[in-house]
Structure formats: structure tokens, C-alpha cells
């Protein structure tokens, strides 16, 4: 008689945020289905790995994601955002930085993709 070995898979959920730190920790409570990214289920892959590369990062890194330059930054950026944060975490590049929107608004249009085809593909 032949013994029956089953073998179980870890579970380790394929779509997670890493970190311990405190970014890491609003990035994950934060209520991201009520932006225009949409809930971190579902993030396209190369966005979820962007964000854990940022959350894992010791320089700072900001990141604005989506058709409406959502925020988001690792603990190193913290402290550029002085009495901002972490008010800013999600907020939209536009409302958010109202002071210098003129001139960063336009330098950030000029690296968005034009057609809509690259758009539908960037923003999915």
C-alpha cells in the first residue's frame, strides 16, 4: 500500500502590498476604490509592483498614478510634504497642488500619453 502525500501550496496572497513601515501601512487601510485607481485588487500588476518597489525604497519616491495623478509616496518622501501628509496620500495631483499646478500641471501633461489607444493601455 503507497502512502498518499498531499502537498499543499503556500498561501501567500498574489496581490499584496510589503512593507512595514508607516506608508506601507496607509497605503494598505487607505480606501483606494474611492479614487480613480480603483481598489488594490485590482491594480494592474506593473502598478502593484511599483508601489512595493516604492514602499521598499529608502530614497523618496512619489508617484501619481491614473488619469487624475493620484498620490502616492513612501516613508522617505514624508517629510517633503511637511504639514501635508498624510492628507496627500490618494488626494489627486491637481487639487492637491493647487500652488504650483500652473507650472507642474503642464510639465506633467506634456509626459502623458496623447493618443487614447496609449491612454486606455497607461491608465488600465
Known sequence: MRAQFRVEEPRIPLRRLIGDGEM??????????????????????SLLATVNM???ASHPILLLCGPELVLLYNDA?????TNRHPSALGDRGRRFWTDVWPVVGQQLEFLRPKDTAAQAWAYR
Do not use: H, Y
Not at 506601507?24 to 500588476?45: D, H, K, L, M, N
Open 54 to 56: 516604492m514602499l521598499a
Open 77 to 81: 518622501f514624508r517629510p517633503s510634504l
Open 24 to 45: 506601507a501601512q496607509r497605503v494598505r487601510a487607505f480606501p483606494w476604490e474611492s479614487t480613480a485607481i480603483g481598489p488594490v485588487s485590482e491594480w494592474t500588476e
